[in-house]
């Protein structure tokens, strides 16, 4: 498959690509008190990477990426079930999660919460899943 | 006496080890030990002073199942039969199979068999009996298809099968019945407490269902017809189960409930019809076979009809000829099976046809066949057992009393007619088997193999039978008090003794006698001439053609109404599903007032949101009329940014980002995978299903519209979602309700959710990865 020469394209999105990731993140760590969370952040997150795949295509994903993303959702879920568990050692039932505000280096008394933990199993989940989908359809294109 | 029945049972499980040296020893030998044993046991209460044996074992206590044996009188008469006569014929099968037969499967069943039959006649609960009642049909099952390479025996197990089990289940029914009613499991308490059964408004329910199962069992008119098709079992199951034990099975059944049962004036016009007629209809069928077993089997059909005919009179003269008789019939008749087996046996053939002429070559056995039949025509010789319990049958059906009025007088005055009919066929064909085989000129040089006498073994049990059959016609004193009076009251219930003698003087019976003789002997030389009466009845009619036809129909219908909706079209059963629902919520509704409409708490209308919801709605219908996959799908995804715009609107911000982003990731990926998708296609529906198509989506969104309206005009309570609002940042530390209660109040959803997701991506990449995969290969 030949590719035509996406300049413009690729340019844009060199600059793009890091803007909706960093928004990704912003959405991640900003679910617990205003609009966001572990599910739209991963999709933004994603978003961003299907944007990379279009622009560069799926060998240069490859190498920047050299992430297997079946393996992330396996982490993902691992995290999110992790959390849950790790409510027993305090006794506590199954997901029970718990926060608290501490005086942190550089950010000031920040709040702390379990259910963070929980949001980055679900964030790296989401990621995971749509990548997945997303390269392995289009891997199977590439390949017809 | 548990160990009695159970003993079968529990040999059977050995008996696969011990037909390992079936080429040393055949393993008959080992079996024969078995029912010689339970004989010797049981043989010991016999005697005058014979009272009834009672023993209690634990089962399942809580739901009233114990297994509760009870011996009688009656049920001593049909242990010792089932003990002896399987002795007989145990030893008779060592010398009729070959060792190169599966014996080991053969004794398995035969033993299975027995274990069961000993427990009907012996159980006093109904749930046990019923259990032991199962298992003779399925253990006859196998020994009926013990030979599972012919066509035959498969068939005629399946139809024994099915005609039994049908009336094992309604027999389930009967007894159940009865032990609900009265409370209790027993049989001998169910029977003192017949007043509750008998003015129960289920008393005639309960009346047939008990008596389909006795007659299914017993091979009465209509159900007869299984058994003739179970002559392809062995020929020493034939003579076990079904002229001595499986088949009186049934008149046990109504032997036992006797007491109960013939109060009832409808047990006698059942009973009596439907024994009579099998009698007359199975031996005037007899006569019409060629097959020498079928002919046993006819026969069989109609001496059994002529017992049930004199359970049903209910007399007790009547009675104590029908415990004589089931005792006569299981010698005369075994034997006679056994002499078919020799001859099959000898000559390799069992067509009466070709048969003939065989006295010079088997002496013995013509004997044998000689007295058994004569005594199974009941010819007046008083070294034949046979003609007493004839001639106690013409006695009880003359004595019938003609005071009653109804149909019941009718039925009597014609009986004592019907039973000579029926009486002079069972003489035409007890003689046609006797000649045909035995005398005459045959074809031997035709058969396929050349006859001699059978060896001494094979031989030994047919004499001890017929020798039974001499003994009993010599002197039946000898049982008569101490065995056969013991029976006769237990059936009856109160004291019956009667005496048994050769002459009578020139009573009435005598003359019903000599009529049979007479007529006979003049039908069965003239036969010939008159065989072709059978093209006119029952000519082209037949059971055996009404049951392949029922059966035909019934896999042939349900096949078609399988078919008729199962036809693999996914519209069709989306539509079956949806219309289901619509039926369902429709009904639901309309019963509890669902519909109600309440505009108290309606919020007014925006002019942005009309437009939104007029934008989706078009866009919705643009998807169903649009012509092109991509068209569609863009259209669709109008829909879903217009929802987006809605969840704005209602100020969900975090329900708008995620519709928005997984709208856009589902259009990508639609657009990704539709270089896959084959072009939208035409459906080429007939007109009638677009119709009905278009009709139950309409309808169904109308109903959807009214459960909705419906859902959000009747609040019954308090919504939960203040806590929530109370308590997000308290206790969940975020300020975003939404994400607080996905994370944390309710986070074992999302943790299925995302589980979910993972599978999903799992099964996507499988389905890629795999199907590559098949394709290098």
Redesign the interface.
Same mark, same amino acid.
């Given at each position: 498959m030949t590719r035509t020469n996406d300049l413009i394209l690729r340019t844009t999105t060199a600059l793009i690509a890091f803007i909706l990731l960093g928004f990704s993140v912003y959405l991640f760590f900003a679910g617990h008190n205003k609009p966001g969370g572990g599910f739209i952040g991963g999709l933004m997150a994603s978003a961003a990477l299907v944007l990379m795949n279009m622009a560069y295509g799926l060998n240069v994903i490859r190498k920047v990426i050299p992430v297997n993303f079946l393996y992330m959702i396996f982490t993902g879920l691992i995290i999110a079930v992790g959390t849950g568990v790790g409510a027993f050692l305090f006794n506590a039932p199954f997901l029970t999660q718990n926060f608290g505000y501490f005086q942190l280096p550089i950010l000031g008394r920040t709040e702390l919460a379990t259910a963070l933990l929980f949001d980055l199993g679900v964030y790296l989940t989401v990621i995971g899943v749509t990548m997945t989908i997303i390269l392995t359809v289009a891997d199977d294109r590439e390949e017809d | 006496m548990l160990l009695a029945v159970l003993l079968p049972f529990i040999i059977a499980i050995f008996i696969p080890f011990l037909s390992r040296w079936k080429h040393h020893l055949h393993t008959g030998f080992f079996v024969t030990a078995v029912p010689v044993v339970i004989f010797i046991y049981f043989i010991r209460f016999i005697g005058p002073g014979f009272e009834p044996v009672g023993r209690e074992y634990s089962w399942i206590p809580s739901l009233d199942m114990n297994i509760l044996l009870y011996l009688d009188g009656l049920s001593l008469l049909f242990v010792l039969l089932i003990s002896g006569i399987g002795s007989l014929v145990a030893f008779y099968s060592i010398y009729y199979l070959h060792k190169s037969e599966q014996l080991g499967h053969f004794y398995v069943y035969f033993l299975l068999f027995m274990g069961s039959m000993l427990g009907v006649v012996l159980s006093d609960n109904v749930f046990v009996l019923y259990t032991f009642w199962e298992f003779t049909s399925l253990s006859s099952f196998l020994l009926i298809g013990f030979w599972n390479y012919r066509e035959g025996s498969r068939y005629g197990a399946l139809k024994s099968m099915l005609i039994t089990v049908f009336g094992g289940l309604s027999l389930l029914g009967g007894l159940v019945f009865m032990s609900v009613i009265t409370g209790t499991a027993s049989i001998q308490e169910i029977m003192s407490q017949q007043e509750l059964i008998l003015n129960h408004e289920y008393f005639p329910l309960i009346l047939g269902l008990v008596l389909l199962g006795a007659f299914t069992k017993s091979a009465q008119f209509p159900f007869h017809i299984w058994l003739p098709d179970a002559m392809e079992a062995p020929t020493p199951v034939s003579a076990y189960l079904h002229s001595a034990t499986m088949v009186k099975a049934g008149i046990f059944l109504v032997a036992r409930f006797f007491p109960m049962l013939s109060v009832s004036e409808w047990f006698f016009i059942t009973v009596s019809t439907v024994g009579i007629f099998t009698l007359c209809w199975g031996s005037y069928m007899a006569v019409r076979q060629t097959d020498l077993k079928a002919i046993l089997a006819f026969s069989t059909i109609s001496q059994l009809g002529m017992i049930m005919a004199m359970l049903g009179f209910g007399t007790e003269l009547a009675v104590f000829a029908a415990a004589f008789h089931i005792l006569n019939h299981a010698t005369f008749k075994g034997s006679l099976f056994m002499v078919a087996g020799i001859v099959d046996h000898e000559t390799g053939s069992r067509d009466i046809r070709r048969l003939g002429g065989l006295m010079t070559f088997l002496p013995i056995t013509a004997t044998l066949a000689l007295v058994a039949s004569f005594s199974m025509a009941g010819l007046p010789l008083p070294f034949l057992n046979g003609f007493y319990s004839k001639e106690l049958f013409f006695q009880s059906v003359y004595e019938l009393d003609l005071s009653v009025a109804g149909i019941t007088a009718l039925l009597q005055s014609i009986f004592p007619y019907l039973a000579v009919f029926g009486s002079i066929f069972t003489f035409v064909y007890s003689m046609y088997f006797f000649f045909g085989t035995f005398r005459g000129k045959g074809d031997i040089e035709e058969l396929p193999k050349k006859p001699h006498e059978a060896p001494v073994g094979m031989l030994i049990s047919p004499l001890i039978l017929v020798a039974g059959v001499i003994v009993i016609g010599l002197i039946p004193d000898l049982i008569n008090e101490p065995f056969v009076e013991h029976a006769a009251s237990a059936i009856g219930g109160t004291e019956i003794a009667k005496d048994i003698y050769f002459w009578h003087g020139i009573s009435p019976a005598f003359i019903m006698s000599i009529t049979v003789v007479v007529f006979g002997t003049i039908l069965f030389l003239v036969r010939p001439k008159w065989a072709g009466v059978y093209r006119v009845i029952p000519g082209l009619l037949s059971l055996n053609k009404f049951y392949d036809w029922l059966v035909d129909r019934t896999e042939r219908y349900s096949t078609f109404i399988t078919n008729s909706y199962m036809n693999g079209s996914l519209g069709r059963y989306v539509r079956l599903i949806l219309a289901a629902i619509l039926l369902v919520t429709f009904s639901a509704m309309s019963f509890t007032g669902g519909f109600t409409v309440d505009t108290s708490n309606l919020s007014t209308i925006t002019v942005h949101e009309v437009l939104i919801a007029i934008v989706m709605v078009i866009a919705a219908f643009g998807t169903i009329i649009a012509k092109n996959r991509i068209a569609a799908i863009l259209i669709l995804g109008v829909v879903g940014y217009g929802l987006a715009m809605l969840f704005v609107v209602y100020r969900a911000? !975090?329900l708008a *980002?995620?519709q928005l982003? @997984?709208e856009?990731?589902t259009v990508? +990926?639609f657009l +990704? @995978?539709f270089?896959?998708l084959p072009k939208l296609q035409k459906t080429d529906e007939a007109p009638v299903t677009k119709t009905l198509n278009v009709i139950i989506s309409v309808a169904f969104g109308l109903m959807m519209t009214m459960v909705a309206i419906s859902a959000h005009s009747s609040k019954l309570f308090e919504s939960m979602s203040s806590y929530f609002v109370d308590n997000s940042y308290k206790l $969940?530390?975020? !300020?975003?309700i939404?994400?607080?209660i +996905? @994370?944390?109040f309710r $986070? *074992?959803d999302?943790?299925f959710e995302?589980?979910v +997701? $993972?599978i999903?991506?799992?099964a996507?990449?499988a389905l890629?990865?795999l199907r590559?995969k098949k394709k290098e290969e």
């Open positions: - | 911000p !975090d *980002l995620t982003i @997984v856009t990731v990508g +990926l +990704l @995978v270089y896959h $969940g530390g975020g !300020d975003n939404v994400n607080v +996905l @994370v944390d $986070g *074992l999302t943790l995302i589980a +997701l $993972g999903a991506a799992m996507i990449f890629i990865r590559e």
